[in-house]
């Protein structure tokens, strides 16, 4: 890179300094680009989302439309950028850093505000331990409690699903809703 040493501390030429610089703009210029990916792009594969969580939030998603089909409403599009809010939600609650609940939610909100419209929100979470389908259990256990169900029957277009695990084997779900 052009670099040279002088005893231990290396040496860096104004050249490429610049370079360092052009490629650091570039990388910032990539990253904003794919935190601009169209809503329904996949997860599975990511890096922070292992495939057996990616699979989870499939099914979540799945699940939801298709109650919500039945009930003659449109399908929530998946959205990349409110999964990534939902799925920190998630991480913080498995790993203990947040109790479970909706604590921080005006914060995933403001998060979402400065990359999107949103003019009506919500969110769902639940957890569950030793189930044999565990988005199946936390899907019937919203549509089993009224304020849950109010949020999966909304008028929302948009929606976010994230999963995380604790070492226990407790799975944390959150799927946050949004309406432009």
Known sequence: MGARRRGDAPVVSPWSRRIVVLGL??????????????????????????????????????????????????????????????RLHSQA??????????????????????????????????SNRGHRDPAAEAVRGWLESRAHLENIDGPYDLTGIGVARNAAGEVFFTQLFVGR
Do not use: K, W, Y
């Not at 939801?64 to 959205?79: F, K, S, Y």
């Open 93 to 126: 609650m498995a790993e203990g850093r947040t109790r479970f609940g909706h604590g921080g939610f005006t914060d995933r909100i403001d998060a979402l505000g400065r990359v999107m419209s949103c003019r009506r929100t919500a969110e769902n979470v639940a």
């Open 25 to 86: 703009l570039g990388a910032l210029a990539l990253q904003d680009c794919a935190a601009r990916e169209p809503p329904g792009a996949a997860l599975a594969g990511t890096p922070d989302v292992p495939r057996a969580d990616a699979a989870l939030e499939r099914a979540v998603h799945e699940l939801v439309n298709r109650h919500r089909r039945a009930r003659g409403l449109p399908p929530l599009t998946l959205d990349q950028r409110i999964s990534r809010q939902a």
